[in-house]
T-cell receptor
Framework: AQKVTQAQTEISVVEKEDVTLDCVYE???????LFWYKQPPSGELVFLIR??????QNEISGRYSWNFQKSTSSFNFTITASQVVDSAVYFC???????????FGTGTRLQVFP | ETGVTQTPRHLVMGMTNKKSLKCEQH?????MYWYKQSAKKPLELMFV???????ENNSVPSRFSPECPNSSHLFLHLHTLQPEDSALYLC???????????????FGSGTRLTVV
C-alpha cells in the first residue's frame, strides 16, 4: 500500500532562518513519482516539484531545495532564508506508475514570523 | 489563474438545501478529481473521473453526487448535508490516462462549504 507521512504538523521560524520539511513515503512499486505542493491561505494547491523514482539527484530552485533519498524513502524539502510569504501548508504526495491517484501526506503548516 | 476554475468560492447551505459545486478546466486534461479537505485531516480523495467515466468512488456518502458531462466540466451535487460535511472541496485535473498523474495535478482554488 502507498502512504505518505509528514510527521511535522506545524513549524514556526523567524524570517531568514532555514527550515526543512520532512516527508517519508511507502510504496511497493519501483516506478513512482513524488511531489511537493504549497497551499497558501487562499486555498489552491500550487505545484512545486515532481521527482521520479529513478532520479535521485537533488534539486535546487532559488531558495528551495529537495533531498530525495531512496535508501530512507524520504523526500525532504528545505527552504533557505525563509520569508513571510513562505507561510503556508506544504503537502508531500506520491503516485505510483500504475494508478491514477495522488496520495497526500497530512501536510506541514509553516509559519514564518518577521 | 490556475487553469482549473471552481465556483462558487464560498457556499453556506442549510441541511435541507440542494446545491452544486462546479469545476471547469481547459487544459486538455481528461482526468478530473474531487477532494475534500477538512480541518486537521489529510486531503481525502472522493471521486475520480477518466474520460467522463467515474473510475473511483472512495466510499463517499450518497448525499454527494458527482457528474461529469464532458472532460472539461465536473460537478458535485449536494443534498441533505450534515454539519460535518463543512470543508474545503478541491477539484483537480491531470493529463489523460494513468500515466498522466505522473505529471501531478492542477488544482482549483476550492469551494469553502459551510453547512448550517
Amino acid at each position: 500500500a502507498q502512504k505518505v507521512t509528514q510527521a511535522q504538523t506545524e513549524i514556526s521560524v523567524v524570517e531568514k532562518e532555514d527550515v526543512t520539511l520532512d516527508c517519508v513515503y511507502e510504496t511497493r512499486d519501483t516506478t513512482y513519482y513524488l511531489f511537493w505542493y504549497k497551499q497558501p491561505p487562499s486555498g489552491e494547491l500550487v505545484f512545486l516539484i515532481r521527482r521520479n523514482s529513478f532520479d535521485e539527484q537533488n534539486e535546487i530552485s532559488g531558495r528551495y531545495s529537495w533531498n530525495f533519498q531512496k535508501s530512507t524513502s524520504s523526500f525532504n524539502f528545505t527552504i533557505t532564508a525563509s520569508q513571510v510569504v513562505d507561510s503556508a501548508v506544504y503537502f508531500c504526495a506520491l503516485s505510483e506508475a500504475d494508478t491514477d491517484k495522488l496520495i497526500f501526506g497530512t501536510g506541514t503548516r509553516l509559519q514564518v514570523f518577521p | 489563474e490556475t487553469g482549473v476554475t471552481q465556483t462558487p468560492r464560498h457556499l453556506v447551505m442549510g441541511m435541507t438545501n440542494k446545491k452544486s459545486l462546479k469545476c471547469e478546466q481547459h487544459l486538455g486534461h481528461n482526468a478530473m478529481y474531487w477532494y475534500k479537505q477538512s480541518a486537521k485531516k489529510p486531503l481525502e480523495l472522493m471521486f475520480v473521473y477518466n474520460f467522463k467515466e467515474q473510475t473511483e468512488n472512495n466510499s463517499v456518502p450518497s448525499r454527494f453526487s458527482p457528474e461529469c458531462p464532458n472532460s472539461s466540466h465536473l460537478f458535485l451535487h449536494l443534498h441533505t448535508l450534515q454539519p460535518e460535511d463543512s470543508a474545503l472541496y478541491l477539484c483537480a485535473s491531470s493529463l489523460p490516462g494513468q500515466g498522466g498523474v505522473a505529471y501531478g495535478y492542477t488544482f482549483g482554488s476550492g469551494t469553502r462549504l459551510t453547512v448550517v
